[in-house]
């Protein structure tokens, strides 16, 4: 296993300036939303966004000036809509669930009504943030296929349709092409949109947009079966959340269906296969390399 370490300092510093501040009657929901940013997570997908375009603008002869400014909006947005679908994953109605990256869960700390409410918020802040950014760029075409690819994948063709349909077959016993078209979407969707929104303020033709989408597809799927592993075999002490949850929720997952040895394989045959496709790409994909195999081999 890598023992490669992002260091996330940066990509935070941008994402909490775009945190709303916590003030007026409606406070305590900004608050709620504001905690549930901070708690501690690996900022996945803007560090990837924040990398992919850094690989094309770099690649293209940019400052970091001319191509930090357009980026960290989008990078806010995402982490926001990631946050919110955490936020209503962990609602009683949903996975029922008390802790998050350690902590309690929002809906533990604010009630359900807050949670989701804070959920809602996130959504809708991270509209705000990106059509501003949009408003102000020096590069609106760029912007908008940014704002149509987050919306796309965040909405009811990307993580929100596979959690529309996670919900709806829970308890079902699922064969693979159901479960890999709830991964695909779930989990999947929002990381290439983080790739792809990245190269597309980067500079990235289309034909090249088209190779970081089956970059994200590949890696966000042994993602999610990396996720099924460390569920059926970790400590909740490792993972700062419940395990087995998703034996609790008589969830099918890929371990369910083939076992952690073919799960394991399948995780590699993804990130191998990811890999390749970036060596297509130009521009230096040092970074990016890095982190796929950090994702894909985590252990919490």
Not at 209 to 230: H, P, S, T
Not at 273 to 281: P, T, V
Request: aromatic share 6%.
């Amino acid at each position: 296993m890598s023992g490669f370490q992002y260091d996330s300092t940066e990509v935070n510093r941008l994402i909490q300036q775009f945190l709303p501040a916590e003030k007026g009657l409606q406070k305590t929901v900004v608050r709620a939303m504001n905690e549930a940013v901070e708690n501690g997570g690996k900022r996945i997908r803007p560090i990837l966004m924040y990398e992919a375009c850094r690989c094309f603008a770099e690649n293209c002869g940019e400052s970091r000036d001319a191509w930090i400014g357009d980026v960290a909006p989008f990078m806010a947005a995402i982490e926001m809509i990631h946050t919110f679908s955490l936020i209503h994953d962990d609602l009683p109605c949903m996975d029922n669930d008390t802790l998050r990256r350690g902590k309690p869960t929002t809906w533990c700390s604010y009630g359900e009504a807050m949670a989701v409410l804070a959920g809602d918020g996130l959504m809708l802040e991270a509209l705000s943030i990106v059509g501003k950014s949009a408003a102000d760029s020096a590069s609106p075409s760029r912007a908008a296929e940014a704002m149509r690819i987050l919306g796309e994948k965040s909405g009811i063709r990307g993580m929100l349709g596979g959690q529309s349909a996670d919900v709806e077959e829970t308890g079902k016993k699922l064969n693979e092409e159901q479960l890999s078209f709830i991964y695909r979407l779930k989990t999947a969707a929002l990381i290439e949109a983080a790739l792809m929104i990245g190269s597309v303020i980067g500079g990235a033709t289309y034909s090249e947009l088209d190779i970081m989408e089956k970059i994200g597809r590949r890696v966000g799927i042994a993602f999610q079966i990396r996720d099924d592993i460390l569920d059926s075999c970790s400590t909740e002490e490792e993972l700062g959340k419940p395990i087995h949850s998703d034996e609790k929720n008589q969830k099918t997952t890929y371990v369910s269906l083939y076992g952690p040895e073919r799960a394991e394989k399948e995780v590699l045959t993804l990130t191998a296969e990811a890999k390749e496709l970036l060596e297509e790409l130009p521009g230096d994909k040092e970074m990016l390399l890095s982190l796929i195999d950090m994702l894909t081999e985590r252990r919490s």
